[in-house]
């Protein structure tokens, strides 16, 4: 299907933001409402962590499927039968009257929540130029930052002036609007795929299970930690037995043929590094915010706008320092500065002026925006078209488990280091260790070249190199 070239230029990549801010909206909103939802269904609000789990696996687990539904039935189809899926999902839980009702909807959810995000990014992949699709990246990218950070504050807007239904109720309109408009400008994209790979979807799903629960279980107060190793280990198990089953199948669910793209390799590898340390951070702010320095839940909701809006800023210029000074440097860069505020902030005492957490959390959120769009785009970048959909699943899959392991990790460190001193004492020895976690992404990101990635940047790259060999001579 063509798209002219208005289309290709607003349609698609804004229904693809769409899409992304639906998600990530509603992965961080019901956080805010769960005591209110758990008064309403004389629950206890800890037993109310179900609706979230429940989303959370559904997503992981299907992600995998993904690319080969897109590539079987076509990209438009699969896009918004997940769309579709995504709203009636939302209309069940507004409708929910118990905990069991409301767990089977938020799982009718994550099944459209699973298809939505990494679909519409494969066909940018498919319907864009290389040189065109590093730019188109960096636009939809920005709901996705602005989600979590709007969430929790829209959420508690919604329960204090409205009802907690409303958290729910808000997708379908945007869900009527996504199907209507997908209708005009999303384009049909296929490959050619052999039958259903089930031994390799329960294979990875089991893996992807295990990983998950045993994550869950270490930021948990009362788990085993042999019962997390135990569950580790099952996934490592299941994770290599679908290498040996892929590399022995015509048909694989993923391909593993997708690592051969080098700077895949090191891209995805520098992602689920980084994002160890970077997934703590949505969860670990706040409570800095209002455990460590003592501020009410709506002023440290204000405050979370800095970051959101310094990411907003930075996406204007990322494409030029890339284009100025490469991927490699770049991204060393932004990994060792990142990790140095996380690290600042054993620095913040309460009593202090708002003016120094404001301008590290604005510092912070341009930061990282400029580490996204150039962790994913150069994942995705250099991915052959026959191989875009396991890349791009792949992707979506450690992004998608990025914050799960970001939470277990810093509440497992808050643990540890709470029998060492004060709550504050703990909070800034976790952003410190955090901190040296990120920067371990570093020695990933050194196995880049100095020119991977060049070709992705266009005219801009190419000009920048003529003009600096021109002032070398």
């Known amino acids: 299907m063509a798209l002219s070239a208005k289309e290709m230029l607003t349609g698609l990549p804004m229904i693809t933001a769409a899409s992304f801010f639906m998600q990530m909206l509603d992965s961080t909103i019901l956080n805010t409402a769960l005591p209110t939802i758990a008064e309403d269904m004389h629950r206890s609000p800890f037993s109310m962590q179900l609706a979230v789990i429940g989303y959370t696996l559904t997503v992981a687990l299907l992600i995998p499927l993904s690319g080969w539904l897109a590539d079987r039935f076509g990209t438009r189809r699969t896009f918004l039968g997940a769309v579709a899926t995504f709203a009636f999902g939302s209309l069940l839980c507004a409708l929910s009257v118990n905990l069991p009702q409301l767990v089977a909807a938020r799982v009718t959810q994550g099944i459209g929540g699973a298809m939505m995000v990494p679909i519409s990014r494969l066909t940018l992949m498919r ?5 065109e699709f590093v730019r188109v990246f960096n636009f939809i990218t920005i709901p996705g930052l602005v989600g979590p950070i709007a969430g929790p504050i829209l959420g508690g807007w919604l329960v204090t002036y409205a009802s907690w239904h409303w958290i729910f109720l808000i997708n379908v309109p ?7 408009y997908g209708l005009k400008v999303f384009p049909d994209f296929r490959q050619t795929r052999g039958p259903f790979d089930l031994a390799g979807f329960l294979l990875i799903g089991a893996g992807v299970l295990a990983m998950t629960a045993g994550v869950e279980l270490t930021g948990g107060e009362t788990a085993s930690p042999w019962a997390a190793i135990s569950l580790a280990a ?3 198990l299941c994770m290599t037995a679908y290498v040996f089953h892929a590399r022995r199948n015509a048909s694989p669910l993923i391909r593993l043929d997708v690592f051969k793209t080098r700077t895949f390799s090191v891209g995805i590898a520098g992602n689920m590094v980084a994002r160890l340390g970077i997934g703590s951070i949505p969860f670990l702010v706040p409570l800095f915010l209002q455990v460590g320095l003592g501020y009410p839940a709506d002023i440290a909701g204000l405050l979370m706008l800095a970051p959101a809006m310094a990411s907003i800023m930075t996406k204007t210029v990322v494409l030029r320092v890339l284009g100025r ?12 500065s990142i990790a140095g505020v996380f690290m600042l902030t054993a620095l913040q005492r309460p009593g202090w002026s708002m003016l120094p957490i404001v301008t590290q959390l604005f510092v912070q959120g341009m930061l990282m925006s400029g580490q996204f769009t150039a962790m994913n785009t150069i994942t995705l970048g250099d991915v052959p078209a026959e191989t875009a959909s396991d890349g791009n699943s792949l992707l979506s899959v450690s992004q998608n488990l990025s914050l799960s392991f970001g939470v277990a ?3 497992a460190l808050l643990r540890l280091f709470s029998g060492m001193g ?6 800034h020895a976790t952003f410190v260790a955090v901190g040296l976690m990120t920067a371990a992404a570093a020695f990933v990101f050194m196995l880049l070249r100095p020119d991977d990635g060049a070709h992705l940047l266009g005219s801009s790259r190419k000009k920048t ?3 600096a060999g021109k002032e070398s001579d």
């Open 127 to 131: 319907a864009y130029q290389r040189e």
């Open 174 to 180: 945007l869900g009527i609007l996504g199907v209507v």
């Open 234 to 236: 099952a996934s490592l």
């Open 325 to 336: 000074f490469g991927y490699r440097n770049t991204l060393l860069f932004l990994t060792f």
């Open 409 to 411: 990790i810093s509440t």
């Open 422 to 427: 004060t709550s504050l004492q703990a909070l």
């Open 465 to 467: 190199a003529r003009t």
